[in-house]
């Protein structure tokens, strides 16, 4: 199977957080910003976002200490991302 680009990670990470959010959040996202914040995500956003990585991209979330590292950009994201993408 083909790796997943950066580009293609992060319009499907838009694509996610938009569905979170329940509104287009693609101007609010700046590769560096922490998305977390700019988009007031909570907690129960943050657990929804992770459990749809894992079923996007077969990736297991929260087992690493970059994990957590992940979420301070969409940069750092898209990233962790593509390194461990399965589909």
Do not use: C, H, Q
């Not at 693609?26 to 929804?48: G, I, T």
């Amino acid at each position: 199977m083909t790796r997943p680009t950066a580009e293609s990670v992060r319009d499907r990470l838009a694509d996610t957080l938009a569905t979170i959010k329940k509104r287009d959040v693609s101007a609010e996202l700046a590769a560096d910003d922490n998305f977390m914040r700019a988009l007031n995500l909570d907690s129960l956003d943050a657990v929804e976002l992770t459990v749809r990585l894992g079923s996007e991209y077969g990736i297991e979330f929260g087992e690493e200490a970059e994990d957590l590292d992940a979420l301070e950009s969409l940069a750092a994201l898209v990233a962790l991302v593509e390194r461990r993408a399965t589909r």
